[in-house]
Structure formats: C-alpha cells, structure tokens
C-alpha cells in the first residue's frame, strides 16, 4: 500500500491550499482518512478526519478554515486549507486506517504518507 501526499507549498497569510492524499496498492476499502501535522520541534498532531460515511472531525485551530473531503472509495482525499495562518506551517501528512485482503484474510491496518511541507509567511 503506497499513500502521496501532495499539494503542499509556500503562501502568505490568508491564503489557500489544497494537499491531496492518493491511496494505491493492494485489495482494500478505507476506514477513516486522516490529515496529521507536525511543526518544527513539535509533536505531530492531528489536524482532520473523514470517515468512510462521510463523517468529519477537526482539530479546534482549523475548524471554519480546513475542509476534508474524500471519494466515496477512499482512494482519494483531499484537505482544503483557507485562511491560513503562519502557525499552520508544518509537514502534513495523510494518514489511513483500512481492512486489506492478503493471502486469503483480511487485516486491519494503519498507512502513513510521507508528508508534504505547508509554509505560511506573514
């Protein structure tokens, strides 16, 4: 199971961007999808998740700001960033929790991306 993680980059205070989580590899429906982050010297932190129903969860920060979304397969997920501020920047990352078909049984399992840089200047 491969995850990239992409979108990310440099803007200004008040902007926008938007990362993209693409899933590959293997027999497998997602569970939840997860957006992480980590800013320097920082523990990583969660950021948002969408589950398989089409549930949403954010963290406090970004709530009003952040959007998550997701095709109804999960192979696909994005996070709409607006209104960004200079303690956005971090790496993010896109994390999912799936069932997977390998030889002959279904696993659970937790995939993690490889994280993409977001820098808000002010």
């Known amino acids: 199971v491969q995850l990239q993680a992409s979108g990310g980059g440099s803007v200004q205070a008040g902007g926008s961007l938007r990362l993209s989580c693409a899933v590959s590899?293997?027999?497998?429906?997602?569970?939840?999808m997860d957006w992480y982050r980590q800013a320097p010297g920082e523990q990583r932190e969660f950021v948002a998740r969408?589950?398989?129903?089409?549930?949403?969860e954010y963290v406090d920060s970004v709530k009003g700001r952040f959007t998550i979304t997701r095709d109804n397969i999960g192979r696909t997920g994005n996070l709409e960033m607006n209104s960004l501020r200079p303690d956005d920047t971090a790496v993010y990352y896109c994390?999912?929790?799936?069932?997977?078909?390998?030889?002959?049984?279904?696993?659970?399992?937790?995939?993690w991306g490889q994280g993409t840089p977001v820098t808000v200047s002010s």
């Open positions: 994390k999912v929790n799936m069932h997977r078909m390998t030889g002959g049984r279904v696993v659970v399992e937790d995939h």
């Open positions: 590899g293997g027999i497998f429906e997602v569970n939840d």
């Open positions: 969408i589950t398989k129903y089409g549930s949403t």
